[in-house]
């Protein structure tokens, strides 16, 4: 059975720090992963990955796919109040394009 | 910059009742996605459609569920009748074309109370 695995599921951090999210998946006929933030709302859209080893990046966020591992990381640095959200990992499976996600890792940045 | 919609956003309903809720996709979008996102989980796949057709539907509950797309644009997933375990956030997204190259885009959601 296809699954996605995040670990931690609960984080809380100070201001500042550094954070890294990790997503491990076993799923077939993997096309790409996708990581999304999730505040008291609708997911939106932060990485989608589809080759090993390219680092993407956004700011102060950042993510890289290992195939060989079948796992993923979602780096974070210098937190603030605002990142704090629940981080979902995504697997995009099969020509169909559907998605199956992690349980995602709660965020919590304190002043 | 073009949105989902999602109608109603919140519903309280008690149990053996029907419930309907819309989605308005980004236009253009041809694949549109219903899913279900109980609290403390990750959303959960429960239909695909391509253009007005199901290309998925194997997580559905069709015994109480059913869902339509019928002229390719909007679409509408209905519960009859609600259970206190369908309480959850209904969540819609869509995407130019199913795969690989485009990420889903979600609307707000709808939270389902079930009483």
């Known amino acids: 059975e296809d699954k996605v695995v995040q670990s931690p599921l609960s984080l809380v951090v100070h201001e500042g720090d550094t954070v890294t999210l990790n997503c491990s998946y076993e799923?077939?006929?993997?096309?790409?992963l996708l990581w999304y933030k999730q505040e008291k709302k609708a997911p939106t859209f932060l990485f989608m990955l589809?080759?090993?080893?390219i680092e993407k990046k956004s700011g102060r966020l950042s993510s890289i796919l290992d195939k060989k591992e079948l796992s993923s990381i979602l780096n974070i640095t210098a937190t603030q109040t605002g990142d704090s959200a629940i981080y979902l990992c995504a697997v995009e499976r099969g020509s169909q394009g559907n998605l199956i996600f992690g349980k995602g890792t709660k965020l919590s940045v304190k002043p | 910059e073009a949105e989902v919609a999602q109608s109603p956003r919140y519903k309280i309903t008690e149990k053996s009742q029907a419930v309907a809720f819309w989605c308005d996709p980004i236009s253009g979008h041809a694949t549109l996605y219903w899913y279900r996102q109980i609290l403390g989980q990750g959303p959960e796949l429960l239909v695909q459609?391509?253009?007005?057709?199901?290309?998925?539907d194997s997580q559905l509950p069709k015994d109480r569920f059913s869902a339509e797309r019928l002229k390719g644009v909007d679409s509408t997933l209905k519960i009859q009748p609600a259970e206190l375990g369908d309480s959850a956030m209904y969540l819609c997204?869509?995407?130019?074309?199913?795969?690989?190259?485009?990420?889903?885009?979600f609307g707000p959601g709808t939270r389902l109370t079930v009483t």
């Open positions: 799923v077939t006929n993997f096309r790409s």
């Open positions: 997204a869509s995407s130019p074309q199913p795969g690989g190259v485009y990420e889903q885009y």
């Open positions: 459609f391509q253009d007005e057709s199901v290309v998925d």
């Open positions: 589809t080759s090993s080893g």
